[in-house]
């Protein structure tokens, strides 16, 4: 609920709104229940009306019955001339306005129509009512089945007003005739309608005077509620008015308050007075006190003040002999840095040393395979020299064989020159493999040539490899000589390392022993420091406590006691 409202407003709002809804409810509740009764009772009246119009047609039947009663009962199975004489009677009767009978055979064909001649002899059985009836096969079959009653429906005529109707059939089975009446129903529908627009009449008047009753209940509710709300309220606001001068007036705790009631309120107003007494006496007891307080944060403020003084002076000798232990600790760890850096020199000399070491050591290594490798080249060129001067002696028999192919094929020519016509064909062949020899002979001249030029560039080749293997042999000593040279400076390297590691030791214990008397005089200067703000804090707090007992007096003043 909005806490903005009155006490008063909610006291109304609470006693009216429940019953302002509950009259809502019923009203709806009772609309809806006489909506209901009311098409049940539209319902009822249609029933009833439409059973009197189904009595008054069974009714007019048996009046016809009766009349052709006797004709019917006296004729004979399929007696023309009888059938003929009961449907003059039909034909003539009429019952109320406009009342008439018609029939049909069983066939739908229809016999008469009242007085009418209009479409006698027309089959029917396909007639259809506008809403999808077969009305005259169906009353057809409920007077032959004895149901006797159907309802169906019209057009009127020049309109298109949809009329009901409802029609009795009867069956008379000499004469296959099918013989009965009909009523209009739309005089039942606008019965219906009169009596469920006065019934919806009722159902206002009594909504009507059930709003009435409600809001007269309401006014009645609402000055009840008033007088309530105003017997609840006015001894709140006079409490309310006591408080309000209590707090605006001089803080008189002795005012207490008198309603002279019984109920929960005079509970209340005594509670607030037990309230206010125990504010009283704790108030006397504030004063009282704040009284001592005030005596005892003077003398506190004046130790304070005493303690920080001397606080600031041990602070100050402290503050100095933290920087003479501050410059001693910088130059130890200036000397400590120095050795640090010459081992790190020394460090990296020993490491390039060992890399210049590895270095001649793959030199060497790498020398030693080169005289391998110029060894094993000048071998292979000795055995190539070895069979160049092979190929030579094989060139030479090649030269012999050819000179003596060139000698043959001479001898052969001139044999065959000798043989004439018949040594013509022997002097072509001869001819060929002289030119053949000659060309080897050529061939051969020009590979001893170049067989010659190899021998010359392998013999170089041999005597360069010599000499190439005699360098490296030197090499080989030298690059060795460099590896002992660089292993003697390790080792003083090593030396070098050991001393400055040493001197870095030495430095670093004088820097941790400097660092942990630093450690101690920064301590105890933290402590001075701290015991200094304790005690800076100690005074504040003390002229706070004295402002605030101060405060506290002029609040306790306020209140009379």
């Known amino acids: 609920m909005n806490t903005a409202l009155r006490l008063r407003a909610k006291v109304l709002l609470l006693a009216i709104v429940p019953i302002l809804l509950l009259t809502l409810l019923l009203c709806a509740i009772s609309t809806v229940a006489l909506k209901q009764l009311a098409t049940q009772q539209e319902a009822q009246i249609r029933e009833n009306l439409t059973q009197d119009r189904e009595a008054q047609l069974k009714n007019f039947v048996d009046v016809a019955l009766a009349a052709v009663g006797p004709v019917y009962q006296a004729a004979a199975q399929g007696d023309a001339a009888a059938r003929e004489q009961g449907i003059a009677i039909l034909k003539r009767l009429e019952y109320g306005k406009g009342g008439y009978f018609w029939g049909y055979d069983t066939r739908s064909i229809r016999v008469f129509q009242g007085t009418s ?42 309109g298109n007003a949809i009329v009901p109707k409802i029609g009795y ?30 019934f919806d009449a009722k159902i206002d008047n009594l909504l009507l005077l059930m709003g009435g009753g409600a809001l007269a209940l309401l006014v009645v509710i609402g000055l009840l509620a008033g007088l309530f709300s105003r017997a609840i309220v006015q001894p709140i606001v006079q409490v309310r ?61 004046q130790q304070a003040q005493r303690s920080e003084r001397a606080m600031d002076g041990q602070r100050h000798e402290t503050d100095q002999v933290a920087t003479a232990i501050n410059e ?13 850096q010459a081992a790190d020199a020394a460090q990296q000399t020993d490491r390039e040393g060992q890399a210049a070491k590895r270095e001649v050591d793959l030199c060497v290594s790498q020398i030693n ?79 001893q040539q170049m067989i010659d030029r190899l021998r010359g560039t392998t013999e170089g080749s041999v005597s360069a490899m010599q000499r190439a293997s005699d360098m490296a042999e030197r090499t ?9 040279s660089l292993d003697a400076i390790a080792q003083l390297i090593g030396t070098i390392n050991s001393m400055n590691a040493q001197i870095a030791s030495a430095a670093e214990e004088q820097t941790a022993v400097a660092e942990e008397i630093n450690r101690s005089v920064h301590q105890i200067a933290g402590g001075v420091e701290s015991v200094a703000d304790d005690a800076a804090k100690g005074a504040r707090t003390a002229t706070e406590l004295n402002g605030l007992g101060e405060r506290l007096r002029q609040l306790v003043g306020q209140f009379r006691i």
């Open 117 to 158: 001649d209009e479409r006698l002899g027309e089959d029917f059985s396909g007639y259809r009512d506008p809403n999808g009836v077969y009305a005259i096969r169906e009353l057809v079959a409920a007077g032959q089945s004895g149901q006797h009653y159907v309802r169906y429906s019209f057009t009127l005529p020049g």
């Open 169 to 198: 059939a009867h069956y008379l089975p000499k004469w296959n005739l099918v013989f009965g009446t009909s009523l209009n129903l739309d005089d039942v529908e606008r019965e219906v309608k009169e009596a469920g627009a006065a």
């Open 241 to 301: 008015d006591n408080l309000d001068d209590m707090a605006a007036g001089d803080g008189n705790l002795t005012h207490r308050l008198n309603l002279g009631r019984h109920d929960e309120l005079g509970e209340l107003a005594g509670s607030f007075n037990r309230f206010v007494e125990k504010i009283h006496v704790l108030v006397q007891q504030v004063a009282g006190t704040t009284n001592q307080l005030s005596g005892l944060v003077g003398d506190v403020a």
């Open 328 to 340: 001693m600790t910088a130059a130890a760890q200036e000397v400590a840095r120095s050795a640090q």
């Open 369 to 447: 395979d080169l005289v391998g490798e110029v060894r094993s080249s000048s071998d292979s060129l000795d055995t190539l020299r070895q069979d160049v001067q092979g190929i030579v002696g094989v060139l030479e028999v090649i030269r012999s064989i050819a000179e003596q192919t060139n000698l043959l094929a001479l001898n052969a020519a001139i044999e065959a020159a000798r043989a004439g016509e018949a040594g013509r064909g022997f002097a072509v062949v001869a001819d060929e493999v002289r030119a053949l020899a000659s060309r080897t002979q050529q061939s051969t001249g020009e590979i």
């Open 476 to 484: 080989r000593g030298q690059a060795n000589q460099a590896g002992q």
